[in-house]
């Protein structure tokens, strides 16, 4: 099956409104459309007679090692995709050896996810007003072995998103952000027609006042590398350099936040000149082929983060579901090296693609 294919299975599979906070976006959902567009305007570039008997996927992350420049995006509430939640999704990630990042409002364990996972893991965060909250995620994550901490910079709140208004929809009662205090979840829950609890939630919870002083907060409280996710900008790539970050997120959040962005894989070359390899850059949005993990190292990435496909493998049938979505993706990358001409994953460069 094609990751396509997965799509189409898990829609199947899932209710309606849960589907629709999956798969929706924001606003008029233009940057869904955008971000695919994107990378559909990139082609690529072979070079012939290069000896690609053995071809290495193989990278290094922040020192995290991976199988592949390949990773998962942090998504909350897995288990509105499945039961076993995170816990499926960590097993699969580790399977491939994958990167699996965990979003602060996971519906299984940060201890559970890690006792289950082969594989490194990263704790993503959203700054919330209550910061002793954060700063016990991040003991926590330092215990159970998480290896980095990204922080979602383009999310001072929960965009508009007009599926989930219309669907009303919440949280079902029986899916909770198990690390975080229940008191500070609770506007996530208890629908209301016309009204997102999810974007409620977070006028309610989230910190819109934090600027780039406010870091150095979570440097005191951490050695573990951080990461920004959500940076569209070549300045905001100078400033996060100048502030320490050791890697940048390019990402529009899967077109579920500002609507009319750059979409992020137009915005990466000019982050890429900007960091000129002072931090590690990821990109994610609409990577749905291994073709776009080259399109993405030859724009500039060290990597890609994948979002939905990985929840369509979930739903599909838990973590052999999550396995194969990966596997699809891994294979068609190393098909996509060997017919390039590129051996290790270092050597995609800009002269690999050119915009149609
Ligand atoms: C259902 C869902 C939940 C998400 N939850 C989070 C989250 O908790 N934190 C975050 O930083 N991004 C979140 N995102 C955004 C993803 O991390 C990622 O940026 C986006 O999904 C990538 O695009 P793609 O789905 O087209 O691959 C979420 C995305 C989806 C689809």
């Not at 509430?77 to 499926?88: C, I, N, R």
């Not at 959203?126 to 383009?154: F, K």
């Not at 949280?171 to 208890?190: D, E, T």
Request: glycine letters at 10%.
């Amino acid at each position: 099956m094609t990751l396509l294919e997965y799509e189409t299975a898990a829609r199947e599979r899932l209710s309606g409104p849960v589907w629709d906070f999956l798969e929706g976006g924001s606003g008029t959902e233009s940057m869904v459309l955008a971000g695919r567009a994107a990378l559909d305007r990139i082609q690529l570039r072979p070079r012939v007679l290069v000896d690609v008997s053995t071809c290495d996927s193989r990278c290094s992350l922040l020192g995290t090692q991976l199988m592949a420049p390949v990773g998962i995006a942090p998504m909350a509430y897995h288990q509105l995709a499945h039961p076993e939640g995170e816990v499926a999704t960590a097993r699969a990630a580790g399977e491939a050896g994958a990167l699996l990042t965990v979003s602060m409002f996971a519906s299984r364990t940060l201890e559970d996810i890690a006792a289950a996972a082969t594989g490194p893991l990263w704790l993503q965060l959203y700054w919330l007003r209550q910061r002793d909250l954060l700063a016990g995620l991040i003991r926590r994550a330092e215990d159970a072995g998480y290896q980095a901490l990204v922080l979602t910079v383009d999310a001072p709140r929960v965009a508009h998103r007009p599926r989930d208004a219309r669907n009303g929809f919440a949280v079902p009662a029986g899916i909770r952000a198990v690390n975080v205090s229940p008191s500070v979840m609770s506007a996530s829950h208890g629908g209301q027609a016309g009204e997102s609890a999810i974007a409620r939630h977070s006028k309610e919870q989230f910190d819109p006042s934090i600027t780039w002083e406010d870091l150095a907060w979570i440097r005191e409280r951490t050695r573990l590398p951080l990461v920004l996710k959500g940076v569209l900008t070549g300045e905001d790539a100078n400033l996060a350099v100048r502030y320490g970050i050791d890697g940048l997120v390019v990402s529009n959040h899967g077109g579920r936040q500002l609507d009319f962005a750059q979409p992020a894989a137009d915005a990466l070359p000019e982050i890429a000149e900007a960091v000129a390899g002072r931090c590690q850059l990821i990109l994610d949005g609409a990577i749905r082929h291994g073709a776009d993990i080259a399109k993405a190292l030859c724009l500039g990435a060290d990597a890609v983060f994948i979002g939905r496909p990985a929840l369509w493998g979930l739903a599909h049938s838990g973590t052999s579901g999550v396995s194969a979505v990966l596997q699809v993706l891994l294979d068609e990358f190393a098909e996509v090296m060997a017919l390039m001409g590129v051996a290790r994953v270092q050597d995609f460069k800009s002269s690999g693609i050119v915009h149609r």
